[in-house]
């Protein structure tokens, strides 16, 4: 029992039932998963609601995700900005931005999210070039392989104090591996490897077991 997987779901399943409620509508965007491109890939409750926390922590009203799936974590953070913020999200396929578009009426959020469809570098360059205002927060969800494109994105698309967080960084274990031919490894790596380069950017990144087995993710914050 101790130190395996159905433990670190039975402790995550007690912690959402203590400390994160999920209405229906949050139930419902979180199960629809199953309707989209990538079932199972959308993050944890608890998670979710960090996500939200660390926005109303940072007071931030901007909100740029990358990869949407389902809209789970677009309805947390929508609901943290709260009804003058926006959050612009960028979903790939169709598919998936329909199943988030009618998650996000449902959880009443509809009005102040964008999901906009497409390769997310392509959507982030049209942001940049539309003179988009920065964005507060940003979370990067999507291909892994296109993290270090992405965080190139975000910060053309944030400023000073805003926060980026990276999502899946442990990748079982093999982000450690520099050999590795996995690309979603390599993406990992190279992401984390730019973070450190950059004097602008201060980070860590921890590691997290829970309802979604073992998993981690980055927290960074642009400082210049
Ligand atoms: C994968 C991607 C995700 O964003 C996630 O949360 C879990 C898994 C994946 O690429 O397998
Ligand atoms: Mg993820």
């Known amino acids: 029992m101790y130190e395996s997987e159905e433990a670190w779901r039975e402790v995550d399943a007690y912690f959402v039932d203590t400390l994160v409620p999920e209405d229906k509508a949050l139930v419902n965007a979180r199960e629809s998963g199953r309707r989209t491109t ?15 926390m660390l926005c109303q922590m940072t007071g931030a009203t901007r909100v740029l995700e990358f990869g949407t799936l389902a809209g789970y974590s677009t ?10 913020g926006r959050v612009t999200s960028l979903e790939l396929e169709e598919q998936n931005a329909e199943v988030a578009r009618a998650n996000l009426e449902d959880a009443g959020v509809a009005d102040r999210v964008d999901v906009l469809v497409g390769p997310a570098g392509d959507s982030a360059r049209r942001l940049v ?3 988009a205002e920065p ?4 979370f990067i969800d999507a291909d892994k392989p296109s993290n270090p494109e992405y965080l190139r994105a975000s910060l053309a698309l944030t400023r000073p104090g805003s926060v980026i967080v990276i999502d ?9 591996d520099p050999d590795s031919d996995d690309a979603r490894v390599q993406g990992v790596r190279t992401v984390l490897a730019d973070i450190a380069a950059d004097p602008r950017l201060d980070a860590t990144a921890l590691q997290t077991v829970g309802s979604k087995g073992w998993d981690g993710f980055t927290v960074v914050r642009r400082t210049g």
Not at 75 to 84: E, P, S
Not at 135 to 138: A, E, P, R, S
Request: charged content about 20%.
């Open 38 to 52: 990538m079932p199972q890939a959308e993050v944890a409750p608890n998670q979710g609601k960090l996500l939200a």
């Open 75 to 84: 309805v947390w953070l929508a609901r943290a900005v709260g009804d003058k």
């Open 129 to 131: 070039k539309d003179g």
């Open 135 to 138: 964005y507060d927060f940003v």
């Open 168 to 176: 899946n960084v442990v990748r079982n274990g093999a982000v450690t």
